[in-house]
């Protein structure tokens, strides 16, 4: 049961807050409407879990179709992308991906390993202490080895307010060594959101209270929608370079997503996943269909 005694005895053990602390913690975490929405949809398990919460919340996906056709039907494939809001980017890719094949799953904090639902579908990370551990990073390996997605946000944190902009922290690189060990293709994804004020406050005053306002900030989001952008499939033989550093390769894919953020023509040459007749036909379908992500058209 995701509560906020359970996060504070697995992430911060030590932690002693006041009552009144605590309560205001629980309504920041959205405890009780949490336990509501599991004890309503106990039935729902991973991926169907993911589309019940978007639709409760009713957040949908500015995404057009065609981004949809990059991602390929089959075979290992590394997602990297910015992580501007916190557990609803997680949710959003894997929504999105989830239209085309169901074999993925995502890289996330240590957290959010207590949404019980939802649990299947993530690898958990330590990003308050810096470790991962051996078992998380087995699981990465088994989820490409056996040719599924796995979804990275190499900054490891939600971005932060910078002088110019909301831009992702520092990006790490254990993405580009497992997708290197499986000559995995890139598929780098853009979302278009940021937090909120109070937010971007608490990163100037803690390092832990930014992580505890994750779930207020995706509730605040409800009625909205999410644009997320997926730029051209990047094949192994374009992004390795065995003449490079693993620090130097990731700091080239995130000039890349950062020029698909701007319009411009990435730093990698690509390839573009074309969707047979039927397979486009079925997403445009599920685009359009009731509490369905809605497909804009393109902005030239």
Not at 203 to 212: E, F, G, K
Request: proline share 7%; net charge positive.
């Amino acid at each position: 049961m995701f509560s906020l005694d359970n996060v504070l005895d697995d992430l911060w053990p030590q932690a002693r807050p006041a009552p009144w602390q605590k309560k205001l913690l629980k309504k920041l975490f959205y405890e009780e409407e949490f336990q509501q929405f599991a004890d309503r949809h106990r039935h729902l398990k991973g991926l169907d879990t993911v589309e019940q919460v978007l639709e409760y919340l009713n957040i949908r996906c500015a995404i057009p179709a065609h981004d949809l056709e990059q991602i390929p039907e089959y075979g290992p494939l590394v997602i990297i992308a910015n992580h501007p809001t916190g557990t609803l980017d997680g949710l959003a890719l894997l929504y999105a991906v989830s239209r085309v094949r169901r074999d993925v799953k995502v890289v996330t904090n240590r957290m959010l390993t207590h949404l019980e639902p939802l649990s299947s579908l993530f690898i958990p990370v330590d990003n308050i202490h810096g470790r991962t551990a051996k078992a998380a990073l087995q699981q990465m390996d088994q989820q490409l080895q056996a040719g599924g997605v796995l979804i990275f946000f190499p900054a490891g944190e939600v971005s932060r307010l910078t002088r110019r902009g909301i831009r992702d922290k520092k990006w790490h690189s254990g993405f580009i060594k497992l997708a290197a060990k499986y000559r995995a293709p890139l598929l780098p994804a853009w979302i278009n959101a940021r937090n909120s004020a109070l937010f971007y406050a608490s990163t100037l005053v803690s390092d832990n209270l930014p992580l505890l306002l994750l779930m207020q900030q995706m509730f605040r989001r409800r009625n909205s929608s999410l644009p997320v952008r997926i730029g051209q499939q990047i094949p192994w033989s374009s992004w390795f370079d065995a003449q490079s550093s693993a620090r130097e390769l990731t700091g080239r894919c995130y000039q890349h997503l950062e020029q698909l953020r701007k319009g411009l023509p990435g730093r990698f040459k690509t390839e573009s996943a074309i969707a047979r007749p039927e397979d486009r036909a079925l997403l445009k379908r599920e685009l359009h269909r009731p509490n369905a992500w809605a497909a804009p058209p393109m902005v030239k």
